[in-house]
């Protein structure tokens, strides 16, 4: 009954979206309304999947997580069956067009309602209390939760205190209350803290925590074969209590030269030197003593709400998802917050052609020049 309603729910709303022509799975049509599409939405073909349903909600200035969660969806739904929703930032004065730079509207929220399992990738956001409601709806059911990169600071109302939703804030100060440092660290276990390796000049590579060696989220990748030129995220150690690591990260050196117009910045997956200081620092600690957490899981629970579990992996950017380990880390994520059997060796093969864009801020005047609609979203985004 709840994919039955799900689906009517998305044939009647205003706004829903569709996929140009691909190799991926099917998608639905906005047949109710003329108004451009504002989310998309891929039907799962056959797999262990089908029946569920994933809502993915992109909306970040830098980690490119609007090319990132349609490719996550694709293979979710062509190689797994699972029926995936993928949600974008958008103005409201130009509905359909994504920009993420714009932080106060993600439509299509409420298909949170009926829905499985939440993928989150945002960066700063003040939603609206009504957009808002259905994230807060759906965390205090105690539903799973997967959470990549940005998502530890997911929201931002310091500009906004009077906000019904300020306390979700990374900034958010309450010393005692459950809501202290804000949605980061109350349901994923940490919020924004620092950059622990040099951006742009040392990358993250991913080795098994100890302890965490036959964790199913671990099945089909091998030590070290996590890697990605975004670095490792700080996390202020011990974490919270019942946070069980699964992945480390190591800071990697560069071993070529700094390209900025590079994909990985010059920095490549056969890199291997540690880091034993950071250069944006003053050098006065070793990145990788003590390794920190690069992905892990912690039980959330919202004052007044359910009990649940979240999934955070701070690795995910838009040129990390070119790297095999990375996609097998977030599909394995999802079989696993879903109390699914977790594959051996998940098949994560791109599905049409992923072709990213390195992780960068960019001006509104590019998302204008670029013009990408969800309408002609097919899962791989032009690099021009």
């Known amino acids: 009954m709840k994919s039955l309603a799900f689906s009517l729910l998305a044939l009647l709303l205003i706004g829903f979206g569709c996929a140009s022509d691909t190799d991926s799975a099917d998608t639905s049509a906005d047949v109710a309304s003329d108004d451009p599409p504002q989310w998309v939405t891929y039907e799962g073909k056959d797999g262990p999947g089908e029946g ?19 490719e996550l969806a694709q293979i979710l739904a062509e190689r797994h069956g699972f029926t995936t929703t993928v949600l974008f930032a958008q103005d409201p004065e130009a509905p359909g067009l994504i920009n993420p730079n714009y ?25 609206p209390a009504e957009q808002m409601a259905h994230i807060e709806d759906y965390l205090m059911e105690g539903n799973p939760l997967v959470a990549i990169r940005t998502a530890t600071h997911a929201f931002n109302y310091a500009d906004y205190p009077d906000h019904p939703y300020a306390h979700w804030g990374n900034y958010h100060e309450d010393e005692g209350s459950p809501w202290h440092n804000g949605f980061g660290r109350l349901v994923l276990g940490e919020k924004w803290h620092t950059h622990h390796g040099h951006h742009k000049h040392q990358s993250a590579r991913g080795v098994i925590a100890p302890g965490a060696e036959n964790h199913p989220v671990t099945n089909g990748i091998a030590d070290g074969a ?6 490792v995220y700080g996390v202020r150690l011990p974490m919270p209590e019942g946070t069980e690591p699964i992945f480390l990260g190591q800071v990697i050196d560069r071993a070529g030269e700094y390209d900025e117009n590079d ?12 880091a034993s200081t950071n250069p944006a620092t003053d050098g006065s600690y070793n990145p990788n003593d003590p390794l920190m ?34 996609r097998r880390l977030l599909v394995n994520a999802v079989y696993y917050m879903l109390d699914m059997d977790v594959p051996e060796m998940a098949d ?27 309408a002609d979203y097919v899962g791989a985004l032009d690099n021009d």
Do not use: C
């Open 52 to 70: 569920k349903q994933i809502v993915l909600v992109s909306g970040d200035e830098e980690y490119r997580s609007e090319e990132v969660l349609p």
């Open 263 to 274: 994909i990985h910045f010059g920095m490549r997956d056969t890199d291997m030197q540690l």
């Open 103 to 127: 932080i106060e509207n993600i439509p299509g929220l409420e298909m949170l309602d009926d829905a499985d399992l939440m993928v989150l990738f945002t960066r700063f956001r003040a939603l």
């Open 348 to 374: 994560v093969a791109v599905v049409g052609e992923y072709n990213p864009t390195a992780f960068n801020f960019v001006t509104d005047d590019y998302w204008i020049e670029k013009d990408l609609r969800v």
């Open 293 to 326: 957490p690069l992905a892990w899981t912690k039980p959330y629970q919202l004052p007044g709400g359910a009990e649940g579990v979240s999934f955070t992996s701070t690795i995910g950017a838009s040129n990390d998802f070119l790297n095999e380990g990375v």
């Open 226 to 231: 996590i890697w990605g030129p975004s670095d």
